[in-house]
Every structure is written in structure tokens, then in C-alpha cells.
């Protein structure tokens, strides 16, 4: 069996090696039509909630892109066009690597000692932003390109290619890039569950004006450039962005739009990553400025919890070193920012080396925040329903090697090789548990999984 796989794989390797780079194709006729091209159909549109007023924004929406060094965004035809019309804040920086980890810390305000892009369910005694958010009746929805149903809890998911009809099926959605979803705070909740959402979901939202007030938006696996180039993405970016900005459901004059990407593309240098603020909320004179204060991904919490007067998860989000709010909500909210240059601009391209929960060669528990933390916002610590506050850092056990002891720490998903919402594995085949989320080709489907794996990352790679 191995060996007739292999000669599968041996001969499709010419067909894939003659294959072009992709060429980008819109997924939609236009960024605010629905498209038959993603999976899942519109499921209705969220109800208004009433708006809560922000000191300086009344909406904040985050656009992830992948993988790309600072100097290669800031050459691409997009970020060039884009930049006259934003904030460009020159010294943002990435948290850690790989991908997984950021998309982690930006909601929770950590990553967990977390170094690979592996299935983790952070359990629901640790909060997101979204507690912050809720706790002030503030909106919020996460939109996720390709992604099929509200709240999907699969790994990842197929569908077909749109960008060659005769390529296999193509996977592109992952769990990896979707915050919330990471979370059993959320995903526990029912109500939460459906405000993480699809891009069909997206059209029939802007188009009914119920966009909510915070938002985080991962375009697909090409279209973000993860699978393909800055340039792919640029093209995705000239196709999808002027028709967002141009519509006042999406983008109105108290709209702050942050473009950045999840981390840099070469590990050997530090973790600096092109952010423009865009939108029709960014004051008219920073419009073609550059800002050169040193933020990370905790500063677009703590930039949130300073607008709304949130409470904080009392995380990396207090740390006032790596969350500086953004210098035009800082002055007027009167946070003062830590100035950080040169040497003590923090190493964030260092991986897999940090104890924590999600570090099985280091592990340690989830321990309780600090309580007496003091984030941007003012308020005090917010204390999730489940969470044992005495359970503090300093009384929790040392690092454990788990992987030494043949172990995987507690959260690894999924629960007992299941996809949540998804049909069980068959007995047969290994690494079948991707339910309806990984049909891949239809002619691979014979192959074990070790050799789907490498045929995907070869599809992946080069026939596109
Ligand atoms: C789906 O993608 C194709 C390109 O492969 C495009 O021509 C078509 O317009 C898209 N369908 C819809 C409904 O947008
Ligand atoms: C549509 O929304 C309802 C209610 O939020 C949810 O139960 C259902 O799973 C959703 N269906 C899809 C296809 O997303
Ligand atoms: C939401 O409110 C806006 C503005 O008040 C209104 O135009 C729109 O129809 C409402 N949408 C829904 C889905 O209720
Ligand atoms: C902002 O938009 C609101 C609602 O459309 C409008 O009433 C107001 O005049 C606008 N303000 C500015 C400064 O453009
Ligand atoms: C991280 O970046 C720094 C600064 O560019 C560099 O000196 C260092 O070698 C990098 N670390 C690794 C592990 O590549
Ligand atoms: C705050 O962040 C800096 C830079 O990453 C780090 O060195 C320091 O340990 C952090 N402090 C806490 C209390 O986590
Ligand atoms: C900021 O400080 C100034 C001067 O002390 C004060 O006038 C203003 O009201 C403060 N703004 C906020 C949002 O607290
Ligand atoms: C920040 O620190 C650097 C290095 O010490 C210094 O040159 C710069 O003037 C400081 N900037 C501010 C705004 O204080
Ligand atoms: C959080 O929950 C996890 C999983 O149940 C548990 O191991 C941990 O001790 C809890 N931590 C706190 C601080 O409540
Ligand atoms: C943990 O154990 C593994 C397997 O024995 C080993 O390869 C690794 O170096 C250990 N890591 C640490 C930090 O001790
Ligand atoms: C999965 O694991 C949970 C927690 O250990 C357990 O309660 C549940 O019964 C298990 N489900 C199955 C189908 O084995
Ligand atoms: C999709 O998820 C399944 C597990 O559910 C995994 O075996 C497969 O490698 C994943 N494919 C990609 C391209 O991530």
C-alpha cells in the first residue's frame, strides 16, 4: 500500500513541478457580493446592538495578512498605495513565531509558551478581549474567509479550487488563524460561537449595516499570502480593500482600521511587521504619517481597553513594555507610553524556548493573571467565572517536560481525536480526523495520511 502511494506521489511530482505560481482571482464578483466559491451560505445577519461611544473610535477592525518582512510590504503595489491615505506605524512588532502564537496572544494577551501552529482549546478559565468587550456591552465579530458554518471547530476546510478548476480541492481555511475560536471562553458559548463568522457572512452584514464595533478579519490561505506572496496579497488587497473603505456600513468617520500581518517572514532577524491605521477615524493630519513608537500585538488591546475604558486581562496586555497604546488614543485618554528603542526593543524572533501551558517540553499550568495589574483602560482585572485568582504564578509547580514523560500538555486538542461538530475519524485510515473539513482531492483519498500530508504540502507549494 505504502509503496503504490508512492508511486502515486512520484507521478504527479512533474505534473505539479510544470504548474505556474497562482495568479490571483477574485472569490467574489465584488468584495460585497456573496459568492458560491465559499462553502458556507449567508446564515442571516447579526441584529444591531446599540453603539458604545469610544473616546477616540467607535469601531476597530483588524486585517491579517501573513508572513511578510517589513521591507517586502513596504515595496508591494498595495501597502504603496495605501500608505498615503494611513498612519504607518513603523516599529510594530510581531510577538513571537510561528503564526498560531500571535493570533493566540492578540485576544488573550499571551501565547501560552505556545511555539508551533499546532490544536490547542485554551480552557475557559482564561479570558479574551471579548470578556472585555461584553462586559461593556461592546459588539464584536470575527469574519473568517472560507470558513463554512458560524463557529466552525474543525482544524481546517476544503472546498474547491477557485483559482484553478482542475486543481484538487483546496484547503483554504485553518483553525490557526482564527482567534476566538481557540478559546473555550468563547467557544463554549453559543451566542459567541455565532459571531465567528464567514465572509458570506460579511457581505450580508456590511450590506444590512450590522457590522459590529470590534472586528478581526483573516482573509483565505492565498488571499493572505500565506500560501503564496505579498504580491498575491497585494492583489487581493487592490480588489477587496478600496470597496470596504469605500462603504460607510464598513468604514465611517469613527472607524479605525488596523492592516498589519500575524509575524515576519525571516526568522533571523527580529519580528518587525508593515502596520498602516486606516480608516475614516484616523485624524486627517496623520493621514501619510509615520509613527515610530514601539507597539506589538498587545498594543491592540491595550489601544482598545484605552478607547472604551475596558477592563484588562491583566496578561501582556499590562506589560507596559510591550503594549504601548496607539500614540493618537494615548494622548487623548492621558496613558503614557513607555519610550522603547535600540537595544531594549524586546527579541520577539525567538521560538518554542518560553515555559508555558502550551509548551510541552516546558510546561506549566494556566495560572491566574495578575490581579493588581493596571492596564490602559483604568479599570481592574477581569475575573472569568472559573478562575481560581489564588492559583498565582508563584505557587504553581516548576516546568515539566511532558514530551520527555511521552506526554502532550492537557489542552492539545482535538478532545479525544474528534472534530468538534464534524463526523467522527473512520477506524481505518490515520489522520482521518478532519471531518468535513479535509475532503482534499478526491483521488487522494486512499492515501495514509502521512503521504496526504506530504501530496498537501506539495499541492500547497506548487499546483495551485
Ligand atoms: C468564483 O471564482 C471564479 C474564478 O474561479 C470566478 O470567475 C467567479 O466569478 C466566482 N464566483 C462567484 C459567484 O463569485
Ligand atoms: C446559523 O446560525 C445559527 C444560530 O446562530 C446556528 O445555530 C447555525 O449553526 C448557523 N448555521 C450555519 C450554517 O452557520
Ligand atoms: C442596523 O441599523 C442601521 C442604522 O441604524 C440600519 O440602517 C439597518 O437597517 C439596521 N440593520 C439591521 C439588520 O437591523
Ligand atoms: C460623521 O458621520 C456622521 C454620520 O454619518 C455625520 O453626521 C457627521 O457629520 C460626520 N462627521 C464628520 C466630521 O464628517
Ligand atoms: C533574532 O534577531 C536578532 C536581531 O536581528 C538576531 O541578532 C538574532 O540572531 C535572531 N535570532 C535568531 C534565533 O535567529
Ligand atoms: C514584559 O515584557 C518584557 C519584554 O518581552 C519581558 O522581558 C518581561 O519579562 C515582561 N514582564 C512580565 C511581568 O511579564
Ligand atoms: C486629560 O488630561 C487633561 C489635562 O489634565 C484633561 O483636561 C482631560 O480631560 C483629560 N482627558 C481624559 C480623557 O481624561
Ligand atoms: C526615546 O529614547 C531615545 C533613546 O534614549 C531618545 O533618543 C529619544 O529622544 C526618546 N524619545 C522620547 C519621545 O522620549
Ligand atoms: C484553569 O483551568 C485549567 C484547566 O482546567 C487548570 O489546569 C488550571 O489550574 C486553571 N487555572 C486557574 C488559574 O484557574
Ligand atoms: C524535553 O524532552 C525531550 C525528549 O526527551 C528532549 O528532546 C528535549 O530536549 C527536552 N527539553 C527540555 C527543555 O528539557
Ligand atoms: C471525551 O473526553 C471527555 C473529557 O475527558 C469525556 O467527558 C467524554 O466522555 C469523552 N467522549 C468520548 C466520546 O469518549
Ligand atoms: C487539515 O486537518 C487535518 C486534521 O483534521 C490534517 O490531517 C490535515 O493535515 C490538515 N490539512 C492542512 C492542509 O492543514
Redesign the pocket.
Known amino acids: 500500500m505504502f509503496s503504490q502511494s508512492l508511486v502515486l506521489l512520484v507521478a504527479l511530482v512533474p505534473a505539479a513541478l510544470a504548474a505556474q505560481a497562482p495568479v490571483f482571482v477574485p472569490p467574489a464578483l465584488t468584495p460585497l457580493s456573496t459568492s458560491t466559491n465559499y462553502t458556507?451560505?449567508t446564515?442571516?445577519t447579526l441584529s444591531n446592538q446599540t453603539v458604545v461611544p469610544g473616546k477616540v473610535f467607535d469601531r476597530f477592525i483588524q486585517i491579517w495578512l501573513e508572513n511578510t518582512d517589513y521591507n517586502d510590504a513596504a515595496t508591494s503595489q498595495a501597502f504603496m498605495e495605501l500608505k498615503s491615505q494611513g498612519l504607518l506605524l513603523s516599529q510594530y512588532y510581531a510577538v513571537t513565531h510561528p503564526s498560531e502564537p500571535n493570533y493566540a496572544a492578540v485576544v488573550g494577551g499571551d501565547f501560552w509558551g505556545m511555539g508551533d501552529d499546532n490544536w490547542y482549546n485554551i480552557p475557559s478559565n482564561i479570558s479574551t478581549v471579548i470578556d472585555l468587550l461584553e462586559d461593556k456591552s461592546i459588539s464584536w465579530a470575527s469574519y473568517m474567509e472560507n470558513m463554512?458554518?458560524?463557529?466552525f471547530q474543525g482544524f481546517n476546510f476544503t472546498s474547491p479550487n477557485y483559482l484553478n478548476a482542475s486543481a484538487p480541492d483546496y484547503t483554504y481555511y485553518v483553525r490557526k488563524h482564527n482567534p476566538p475560536i481557540l478559546y473555550d471562553s468563547v467557544v463554549s458559548v453559543?451566542e459567541r460561537?455565532?459571531r465567528i463568522r464567514n465572509f458570506n457572512d460579511l457581505v450580508a452584514d456590511v450590506n444590512a449595516s450590522a457590522i459590529p464595533q470590534w472586528l478581526f478579519i483573516t482573509p483565505n490561505m492565498v488571499n493572505d499570502g500565506h500560501d503564496t506572496s505579498i504580491d498575491f496579497a497585494s492583489e487581493w488587497l487592490e480588489f477587496w480593500l478600496p470597496t470596504m473603505l469605500a462603504d460607510p456600513n464598513f468604514n465611517d468617520n469613527r472607524t479605525i482600521i488596523l492592516l498589519t500581518f500575524d509575524e515576519n517572514e525571516s526568522y533571523n532577524i527580529n519580528n518587525r511587521i508593515y502596520t498602516l491605521v486606516l480608516g475614516n477615524g484616523l485624524p486627517a493630519n496623520l493621514k501619510g504619517q509615520e509613527d515610530d513608537t514601539y507597539y506589538t500585538h498587545y498594543s491592540a488591546i491595550s489601544t482598545v481597553q484605552a478607547n472604551w475604558g475596558l477592563k484588562s486581562l491583566g496578561r501582556q496586555d499590562t506589560n507596559k513594555t510591550v503594549s504601548n497604546v496607539f500614540s493618537f488614543v494615548a494622548s487623548a485618554t492621558n496613558y503614557t507610553n513607555m519610550n522603547v528603542t535600540g537595544d531594549a526593543v524586546p527579541l520577539t524572533n525567538l521560538t518554542t524556548v518560553f515555559n508555558g501551558p502550551l509548551n510541552a517540553a516546558q510546561y506549566v499550568p494556566f495560572t491566574a493573571p495578575n490581579m493588581n495589574a493596571s492596564g490602559a483602560g483604568g479599570q481592574g482585572v477581569f475575573v472569568a467565572p472559573s478562575l481560581n485568582t489564588s492559583f498565582t504564578a508563584a505557587v504553581a509547580p516548576g516546568p515539566v517536560n511532558l514530551t520527555a514523560l511521552g506526554e502532550v500538555v492537557p489542552a492539545s486538542g482535538p478532545p479525544n481525536g474528534t472534530v468538534p461538530g464534524a463526523p467522527a475519524p473512520t477506524t481505518s485510515g490515520s489522520g482521518g480526523s478532519g471531518g468535513s473539513g479535509s475532503s482534499g482531492a478526491l483521488a487522494l483519498a486512499a492515501v495514509p495520511g502521512a503521504l496526504t500530508l506530504a501530496l498537501g504540502a506539495l499541492v500547497g507549494a506548487v499546483l495551485l
Open positions: 458556507g451560505a446564515n442571516g463554512p458554518d458560524d463557529g453559543p460561537l455565532a
